[in-house]
């Protein structure tokens, strides 16, 4: 284990450490309304980690209300998972959404760092009276919460929320529908087992998850191989058409138009993956997807080994994320985003370039 490992491991140990635990088993016994709040566009782990503790919550305090609510709707191939339909989407259903979140006196954010990553719903959370508890793996939390649960060292928030459960003593209230939701958020935030899972925790979390009874090979089918027709031939586009290498760079981004999406009928999630096969490139340590909005670039970013796109969306793409992984937006045209992008590579070659050169020892 390297010793910046071993630093993180002892850090997580000290973020669960039992005033936080008792702080927050208090708090769920005593609150009646518990609102459970995810980020953005919400992926595997948002949907996986707020379904897995919802389910949870309902047996841990059966008395009080509790509430999952999302600022907007989430990919088809998610909508299986146990109680789903139990999830409040603000943007369809904005005023029930907004008195939930007005009379809760509890509320988990769970998987994002800061409120502003819940776009509309920021507002209505900052006001509320409910105390905030941050159960989250994303660097550079917003301070702004009541108890924080932050650990970057976890592959996911799934991963964290099954550390929680088992710190409030819930384990033996551990069923395999929690078990399958958490799954997936642990499973999808490591491309399968192939990123941020260095840890041997997560492997233990997940024997744990697999002896609850899980079928962990059809729930990967279930995320991953219920493609549409047109969702793999937009896939194909993209690869054909409009992928750009810029080997110099050892960077490739692909860029997506409106009209390019309408002509796959393009539906939520379609992308989701796609930034993936960009830095699968040999040689390539960056890949960058642009997708055209109605009213924005919205930009995913991800790197190989020690260039952080963490750091390049919050420069310049008023974004963040992890270092592997991060997401922006640009409020001008897919062209002059395109050239911004090119233009600002420069100042980054030497980088690029020196961490393509350890990718290869
Ligand atoms: P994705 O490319 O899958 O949308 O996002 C990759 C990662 O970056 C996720 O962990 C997500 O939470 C984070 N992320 C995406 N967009 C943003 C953003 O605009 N701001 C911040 N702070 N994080 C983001
Ligand atoms: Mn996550």
């Known amino acids: 284990m390297r010793s910046k490992d071993k ?7 000290l973020i669960l450490n039992h005033q936080i635990i008792v702080n927050i088993r208090d708090r769920i016994l005593q609150a009646s309304n518990i609102v459970i709040v995810t980020h953005t566009n919400p992926d595997g782990d948002a949907i996986g980690s707020s379904l897995g503790f919802y389910l949870f919550l309902l047996k841990f305090n059966p008395a009080a209300k509790i509430r999952i609510i999302v600022p907007n709707d989430f990919p088809s191939f998610l909508k299986w998972m146990p109680a789903v339909k139990n999830i409040r989407i603000y943007q369809d259903n904005d005023v029930e959404a907004i008195l939930e979140i007005q009379e809760a006196d509890l509320c ?16 209505f959370l900052e006001e509320s009276k409910a105390q905030k508890i941050l159960i989250d793996h994303h660097p550079q939390p917003d301070p702004n919460f009541d108890i924080m649960v932050s650990n970057i060292a976890s592959s996911s928030t799934s991963e964290l929320i099954y550390d929680v459960i088992n710190g409030l003593g819930g384990k033996e209230l551990m069923d395999e529908d929690i078990a399958s939701c958490l799954y997936v958020g642990i499973m999808t935030d490591t491309g399968s087992f192939s990123y941020s ?38 896939l194909g586009f993209c690869l054909s058409e409009r992928l750009k290498v810029l080997k110099d760079f050892h960077t490739a ?6 009209d390019d999406l309408n002509r796959f009928n393009h539906q939520n999630g379609d992308t989701e993956g796609v930034v993936n096969y960009a830095l699968s490139i040999e040689g390539i340590v960056f890949a960058v997807l642009f997708t055209e909005k109605e009213s924005k670039i919205r930009i995913s970013m ?31 045209s897919m062209r002059e985003t395109l050239n911004y992008f090119e233009s600002v590579l420069g100042n980054y070659q030497d980088q690029l370039i020196q961490v393509n050169q350890n990718e290869l020892k």
């Open 108 to 123: 988990f954010c769970l998987d994002f760092n800061a409120l502003k990553r819940t776009d509309k719903l920021s507002s």
């Open 253 to 258: 981004y692909i860029f997506l138009t409106l």
């Open 197 to 234: 899972c260095r840890r041997p925790e997560t492997y233990l979390v997940v024997a744990e998850l697999i002896r609850l009874g899980i079928d962990s090979e059809l729930i990967h089918r279930k995320i991953y191989d219920t493609y549409s027709e047109n969702r793999m031939r937009l």
């Open 7 to 13: 630093i993180t491991h002892f850090l997580s140990y």
């Open 302 to 332: 991800r790197s190989k080994g020690e260039f952080s796109v963490n750091d390049f969306a919050r420069a310049h793409f008023q974004g963040g994320g992890h270092k592997n992984a991060s997401g922006g937006d640009s409020f001008t």
